[in-house]
Nanobody, 125 residues
Framework: VQLQASGGGLVQAGDSLRLSCSAS????????TGWFRQAPGKKREFVAG????????YYEDSVKGRFAISRDNPTNTTYLQMNSLKPEDTAIYYC???????????????????WGQGTQVTVSS
């Protein structure tokens, strides 16, 4: 499956953005999807994701209550709604997918077989 992330940009603290991740080349409902981010000089980290059921969602502690992951299966798209953005949210955001029949973990980078190209989110103070 191929993933294409979009929707990043430059915003001010407190603003909102919605990232989109469009999937192609596979049956979308066969994959659990998630979002990760990588800030300059830091390791890529988990942000939000669906588990194998595609109904339970999980979030990194610093984004709980501000970010929301969703997916629209008919359009093969996963979204990340980001509200109340902070400068520390500045990073490249990546979407990722792992096959449900080989599901490992929602949190682990190594669990995901497929990655999008990333979209830059910059939050100014």
């Amino acid at each position: 499956v191929q993933l294409q992330a979009s929707g990043g940009g430059l915003v001010q603290a407190g603003d909102s953005l919605r990232l989109s991740c469009s999937a192609s080349g596979g049956t979308f409902t066969n994959y659990a999807t998630g979002w990760f981010r990588q800030a300059p000089g830091k390791k890529r980290e988990f942000v939000a994701g669906f588990d194998w059921s595609l109904s339970a969602t999980y979030y990194e502690d610093s984004v709980k209550g501000r970010f929301a992951i969703s997916r629209d299966n008919p359009t093969n798209t996963t979204y990340l709604q980001m509200n109340s953005l902070k400068p520390e949210d500045t990073a490249i955001y990546y979407c990722a997918a792992q096959p449900r029949d080989r599901y490992i973990s929602v949190y682990s980078l190594a669990a995901y077989d497929y990655w999008g190209q990333g979209t830059q989110v910059t939050v100014s103070s």
